[in-house]
């Protein structure tokens, strides 16, 4: 609770109240062997839910995967990702470039996870999404929040770990992941490092970023759709300040009588797949949603040389 409530307020003293506690051998654990088993089956039926494109189909927006997918390159350097994505403003996804990551392998065993973070508090999003009514915030652990991944039954009790700097809070996570070399073009000045973690069905709504955005798919898979940041307009983003980066159009259930503008506009998207990174310039709009148990890092990144705007 200190390291998310209290900033760097003695973070250096409840760091190493933690290694301590850390490092105290975990008695007891014989009995949940069968409860660990039976959570690890869990564990990996959600990471490979939805692999067929058809059932994918059911659960994604109308008109998903039938128009302009987004580019697909392996493992580019950095001066063709600036000259030929970062200069011009265009998505792109970068398969190959994190498999050395530790996180791509240690991240797939539940017991790694909640040895290093299950008795943390973390903060999660409850809901739909954040536009929505219902939608609210909770501290509970990491532990209590695997439990919520398994019934995900109700949208209105989906939780999801989201845009969280859970890397700052868990150093030993950190450890297991690497800032891509893409996140230094054009001088690149970091901005922050996000978690996005939980169940399939979790949805980001249709909204736009100000930053250069490189999100890398660790575990499982996640469909996103981008429209260019010259259509704004069309997307009938929110009028109050708070929500002005979000579309008011909910792809899940359009309204088309309200926004009318919105319903044949061109767009772009893709299926992240395991290992995957995407390039999202800035202020393009994107909406995801996760197909099986998903998680996602995001660098934000600031650049001194700003592109010329080929979108």
Known sequence: ????????????????????????????????????????????EGL????????????????????????????????????NYFLRESPVIISGAIDH?????????I???????????????????????????????FSQFLERMWSTGCPSNLTYLAQHPLFEQIKELSEDLMVPDYCYAGGGESQSLNAWFGPHGTVTPLHHDPHHNILAQVLGRKYIRLYPASISEDLYPHTETMLSNTSQVDLDNMNLK???????????????????L????????????SLSTSFSVSFWWRAAVQPSGGS
């Open 48 to 83: 490979n839910r939805n692999r067929d494109i058809d059932d994918a189909l059911k659960i994604l927006p109308a008109k998903s995967l039938s128009s302009k997918n987004v580019e697909r390159r392996s493992h580019i350097s950095l001066e063709e990702f600036i000259c």
């Open 278 to 289: 995407l390039y999202i310039p800035p202020k393009w709009w994107h909406y995801v949603r």
């Open 101 to 109: 990551w530790p996180a791509r392998t240690k991240w797939k065993d």
């Open 111 to 141: 017991k790694y996870l909640k040895k290093i973070a299950g008795d943390r508090t973390v903060p999660v999003e409850v809901g739909k999404h954040y536009v929505c009514s219902e939608w609210k915030q909770e501290l509970i652990t």
């Open 258 to 276: 309200e926004f009318p503008r919105a319903e044949n506009l061109e767009f772009m998207d893709c299926i992240l797949e395991e290992g995957d």
């Open 1 to 44: 609770m200190g390291l998310i409530m209290g900033g760097n307020l003695l973070r250096a003293d409840l760091e190493a109240a933690l290694a301590r506690i850390s490092a105290e051998p975990c008695g007891g654990r014989e009995e949940g062997a069968v409860a660990l088993d039976e959570e690890d089956r869990r564990w990996r």
